[in-house]
C-alpha cells in the first residue's frame, strides 16, 4: 500500500468516527430524552432538523473549500497578473481602474461557486437550527 492510499484511509476512519460519535452524540444526547419524555412533536423536529444541520455544516465547509481553491487557481490566470501589476504600478488612473474592473470580475467568477455554497450551507444550518428549537 503506498503512502497516499494510507493517508487517504485514515482520513476516510477519521470521517466515519467522526460522523458516528455525531450521531451518537445525537442519539444519546438529544433524541432519547425526547423519547422518553414523551415530546413526540419535538423528536420529529429533531429528526427533520439535526440532519438539516449536518448537511448544512458539510456544504458551508465544502464551500469554504471550494471558495479558497478557485481563489488561488485564479492567480493562474494571466490576464489577472497582468492587471495586478498595472495597478501596483504608476499607471494612469484610467488603467489602474480598468485594471481593478478587470481583477474583481476575474475574482467574482472564482468566487461565485463557494459563495454560493457557503449561502446554501448557511440557510439550511438556519433552518436546521430553527426547527430543532420550536
Request: no cysteine.
Amino acid at each position: 500500500m503506498d503512502e497516499t492510499r494510507i493517508w487517504k484511509f485514515i482520513g476516510i476512519a477519521a470521517l466515519i468516527i467522526l460522523a458516528g460519535s455525531v450521531l451518537w452524540s445525537m442519539w444519546v444526547d438529544t433524541l432519547r430524552p425526547l423519547i422518553v419524555a414523551g415530546d413526540s412533536r419535538a423528536v420529529v423536529f429533531n429528526l427533520i432538523g439535526l440532519p438539516l444541520i449536518l448537511i448544512g455544516v458539510s456544504i458551508f465547509v465544502y464551500g469554504g473549500y471550494v471558495f479558497v481553491r478557485d481563489t488561488y487557481r485564479s492567480y493562474g490566470d494571466e490576464t489577472l497578473l497582468e492587471s495586478m501589476v498595472i495597478i501596483r504600478s504608476k499607471a494612469s488612473r484610467k488603467e489602474v481602474a480598468a485594471a481593478r474592473w478587470h481583477t474583481l470580475r476575474v475574482f467574482w467568477q472564482a468566487w461565485k461557486p463557494g459563495l454560493a455554497r457557503l449561502a446554501l450551507g448557511f440557510l439550511l444550518l438556519a433552518v436546521g437550527g430553527f426547527l430543532i428549537n420550536l
